[in-house]
């Protein structure tokens, strides 16, 4: 069995593949390949994943400890790195191009790629998803981007972040605002659209919006039998008190739903909410255009392309 190596004059200990850590490797692979569709997935989507099963304990400790296991299973290969992924870090790509030609080949595999049509365009209500976590982002950008509907990860407190949505407003003001929020259920995620929502209202006089919180609702904790995680109370947070008095210890994170779940709830608040007819619609007229489109690539494409 391999093992990760360091250097001698390290500090670190090696890791090694005790038959406990393979064990709980099986079943990180397991889960990877029950959720195939939804890769990549975070380390946190896996942990719960785990805990709900019943196979690790739903704690800090047992986190960290999964993080390191998975850390070291990817370096030494037992599961690919585009597996897993960390939504909480940017990547900016700054290098340039070998030559020119590069440079043309590149921009005409490129030309008038990424048209989508507005497909709510002749809707009477104007969505967008609010969510409290980038670390989801990808399974709700999967899902919006088939309506063409905008995703947005909140921020708590930010009053800019709510005057770009109020900007965003008045371009749609011939439609009827609707917000469809999911959050967390803790103090924090049963808090926040509230909180956006006085703020908006009371204090930049942003009425006529309607707010829908789709999930974590407690229903969904029961039915899903959900793992808790009573620690994401914190004490000094101001608004645990209220959550306590109404829900107890009671916290459960969003990530714990499973990707499949968690994808039909977003299609379904959508669909409740627009006129599906009218979205068919959009969807004829996008594929006449894509046609036209590739049509147009095509001639261009071979005219502009050099000749070697």
Do not use: C
């Not at 370096?75 to 070998?98: F, H, Q, V």
């Not at 009425?207 to 994401?232: C, M, S, V």
């Not at 977003?266 to 009218?278: C, L, S, V, Y």
């Amino acid at each position: 069995m391999e093992q990760t190596q360091f250097s001698e004059t390290s500090k670190r200990q090696p890791f090694k593949w005790t038959k406990l850590h393979l064990n709980r490797l099986n079943d990180v692979l397991i889960i990877l390949k029950e959720l195939e569709e939804y890769k990549p997935l975070t380390l946190r989507q896996v942990f719960y994943q785990l805990v709900g099963k019943g196979l690790i304990a739903n704690t800090t400790s047992s986190y960290i400890t999964l993080g390191q296991l998975i850390k070291f299973a990817r370096i030494d290969k037992y599961i690919p790195w585009s597996d897993i992924e960390d939504r909480t870090r940017a990547y900016y790509n700054l290098a340039g191009w070998d030559d020119v030609d590069e440079f043309v080949e590149a921009s005409l595999e490129q030309f008038l790629v990424g048209y989508d049509r507005d497909l709510m365009q002749t809707q009477k209500v104007y969505l967008e998803i609010w969510i409290e976590k980038n670390a989801l982002s990808s399974i709700f950008t999967k899902v919006a981007k088939q309506y063409t509907i905008r995703v947005v990860v909140t921020a708590f407190g930010s009053t800019s972040f709510l005057n770009d949505y109020r900007e965003r407003l008045e371009y749609h003001k011939h439609q009827r605002p609707i917000v469809l929020y999911f959050g967390d259920f803790d103090p924090s995620g049963l808090s926040m659209l509230p909180t956006m929502q006085e703020t908006l209202e009371m204090e930049m006089k942003v009425t006529g919006i309607r707010y829908k919180h789709i999930a974590l609702e407690k229903e969904d904790i029961i039915l899903y039998n959900l793992p808790h995680k009573a620690e994401a109370i914190k004490k000094k947070d101001t608004r645990t008190k209220d959550h306590v008095a109404k829900h107890g210890m009671l916290a459960v994170e969003l990530d714990a739903l499973t990707p499949d779940v968690l994808e039909q709830k977003i299609k379904d608040a959508i669909e409740t909410e627009i006129d599906m007819d009218a979205y068919n619609a959009e969807i004829n007229k996008q594929e006449k255009e894509f046609i036209i489109l590739n049509k147009f690539k095509t001639k261009v494409v071979n005219f502009l392309r050099p000749t070697k």
